[in-house]
């Protein structure tokens, strides 16, 4: 294979062009990137029981409501200490499947209610009896029956084995017996991402980070959907206090805190970098209908109230609100997507007028906001000029590759937005538990048509991006991982996104080639502020392709393979991970040699 980039001429890329798509599923909110760590904390959802929880020393748990804390947590753990007991007593909570416990600093809040006063211990410990304690804090309460006191502590911990652990709170039986102690809202986070309060997992944020996005798209996904229009995602529950949130029963089958709700995606996009892609409810629950006509302006004006939430200025309602929760700065969106799917669940006939009623009102307020549909079925005809288009693919490797030319003829009058791609099949059909290095080259080969197309494609994201391994929903994800942090595993299709993400030009050149597409596919681009030159190819056969890459001008750089045989899952030795590959590369007279294995992804970086 021969291939000439031209340093001339070529069409602008989108700047943001690859990016995160996000939402509670596969436990990659709770139990995930958000940092707190003890799961059921508040009782929330549908029926919450006293999962996670255990008794320490002979005491009674329960789930009591006579004693709410807010109205939003009116559950909470009733502790039972019988007459004349003794020692030390109290709960302990298992986390999302265990804790990470790691040489850490943590930060620990709860609430209590009931007649007591002197030492409560906090620890985190294994979870086997008499387990080892990793690090411990004792706090003086002063906690008296008629109201919720809460207390703050920090403590040091040291690095534990595995995930194994439990978190453990104790008091002093004698001075309870015979009665009943109430606690809730218990948090344990480890030093957080940017040291946020109510923060992110740092080591999850931080794979995350590294692949080099540019946008977060949030909160879903059908977890923005609701199974029923009132159990659909409410920005205005998940703000404030968290012990204002009432949580829900998310759409992938457990409860969400909503602890991670639209202030920390916010944070979390301003830290990470990444411009917000806010997806705002649209009428459709996945099973409980469809709001269509007049009754739809409330959950437009809610839409308003959302918008003017993250970039309002504090003299307005919704600003000011933000503000009051230590804000007072407006985000920068500048992109509000129309729902999800809306084609999906009795949604298709009713999208053209429910995305006309969000997009007039939401433009006819914030005239520079890009609205973005979440379907390209059952638009209005025609369509509103600006617009972007939201289209998913879930596929084999095979039908991804068939679709590498989708956009080199595509209407350019609106842009594309790839909201949620994988290949989640193998070409037999079978359903993939983790990302195989076939389907990332497939994936990379789709990547190439988008990048070569990306004056109309706007914005592409993989989904889902993370499972929890004990709790998993939907297979393939980008990031696997437990509560034992040495097990979290990046899949091939990761190292794909990051290979493609930090290796951006602002200009796609043109590319004369010697041979046709297939099974050899290529894109150059030049970063036009550095001068590097940047050229991404991949092989998606199983004979390795000679290749040489002319670039007039260019004389060296790097050249960084992505190959197997395999690919990756947590149960493979660390040494056997297909991991990409950088290795120097010189040229001569702008003449690169390099060899595209077979079933591979490469990507020259050379100036
Ligand atoms: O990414 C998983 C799901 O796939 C999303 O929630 C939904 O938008 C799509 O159907």
């Known amino acids: 294979l021969a291939l000439t980039v031209a340093t001339t001429g070529g069409n602008a890329s989108s ?51 006579a004693h709410p804390l807010t109205t939003a947590l009116p559950r909470v753990l009733r502790v039972t200490v019988p007459s004349g007991a003794t020692g030390q007593v109290g709960f302990s909570n298992a986390g999302y499947w265990g804790i990470p416990v790691k040489k850490d600093t943590y930060a620990c809040y709860f609430w209590v209610e009931g007649t007591y006063s002197g030492a409560v211990t906090v620890k985190l410990t294994s979870a086997a009896a008499g387990g080892t304690v990793f690090g411990s804090k004792v706090v003086n309460i002063v906690s008296v029956s008629t109201k919720w006191t809460y207390y703050e502590t920090t403590f040091t911990a040291t690095a534990a084995p595995n995930g194994n652990n439990i978190f453990v709170v104790t008091f002093d039986a004698a001075k309870v017996a015979g009665g009943s102690i109430y606690f809730n809202l218990p948090q344990l986070f480890p030093v957080t991402y940017h040291t946020r309060y109510n923060g992110l997992n740092p080591d999850i944020a931080g794979v995350l980070e590294n692949i080099g996005g540019s946008f977060l798209r949030f909160p ?20 404030g206090p968290v012990e204002t949130r009432p949580g829900r029963q998310g759409d992938w089958g457990y409860a969400n805190t909503d602890a991670l709700g639209l202030l920390e995606y916010l944070y979390w996009s301003e830290d990470m970098g990444l411009i917000p892609i806010l997806g705002v409810w649209a009428g459709l629950s996945l099973g409980g209908g469809v709001v269509t006509g007049a009754a739809l302006q409330p959950y437009i004006q809610d839409a308003l109230n959302e918008i003017e939430y993250v970039i309002g200025a ?15 700065a407006p985000f920068n969106l500048k992109h509000v997507e129309i729902g999800n799917e809306d084609f999906l669940s009795g949604g298709l006939a009713s999208y053209a007028a429910r995305f006309t009623a969000f997009h007039d009102a939401i433009k006819a307020k914030y005239p520079g906001l890009i609205i973005i549909s979440s379907t390209d079925q059952g638009l209005p005809n025609p369509k509103p000029a600006g617009m972007w288009i939201d289209i998913h693919y879930y596929l084999t490797p095979d039908q991804f590759v068939a679709r590498f030319n989708t956009y080199d003829n595509y209407d350019r009058k609106y842009g594309i937005f790839v909201g949620e791609y994988a290949c989640t099949k193998s070409n037999t059909g079978a359903t993939n538990p983790w990302p195989t290095l076939v389907g990332a080259v497939a994936e990379a080969v789709f990547m190439i048509g988008i990048e070569r197309n990306s004056d109309v494609v706007k914005m592409a994201a993989y989904a889902p991006l993370m499972q929890h391994l004990n709790s998993t929903q939907w297979t393939p994800d980008l990031i696997g991982y437990t509560s034992d942090p040495s097990l979290l595993t990046l899949s091939t299709s990761y190292y794909v996104q990051q290979m493609f993400s930090v290796n951006r030009g602002t200009t796609i050149l043109p590319v004369t080639s010697d041979t046709k597409f297939g099974p050899a596919y290529w894109v150059a ?37 992505l190959t197997g045989p395999g690919s990756n899952s947590i149960n493979m030795p660390k040494n056997a ?16 040699t390099l060899t595209l294995p077979a079933w591979s992804v490469v990507v020259v970086a050379v100036k």
Do not use: C
């Open 314 to 328: 504090t003299t307005t309602t919704y600003g000011a609100l933000r503000a009051s929760h230590g804000r007072a």
């Open 525 to 561: 681009s030049r970063n036009d502020s550095t001068g590097t030159y940047y050229v991404k190819m991949a092989n998606y056969g199983a004979t390795a392709v000679s290749t040489t890459v002319r670039i007039a001008g260019a004389t060296s750089g790097t050249v960084t393979t």
């Open 220 to 239: 879903g996904g059908n977890n923005l959907e609701g199974a029923t229009v009132a159990s659909r995602w409410k920005w205005n529950e998940t703000i």
């Open 15 to 65: 700047p943001i062009l690859y990016g995160f798509m996000f939402e509670d599923i596969n436990h990659s909110g709770d139990g995930g990137i958000h940092g707190q760590l003890l799961r059921n904390n508040g009782f929330q959802g549908t029926n919450p029981g006293l999962t996670a929880w255990g008794a320490v020393g002979a005491v009674t748990l329960a789930v009591d409501t």
């Open 577 to 592: 991970l297909v991991l990409p590959v950088t290795t120097a590369i010189t040229g001569s007279g702008g003449s690169f």
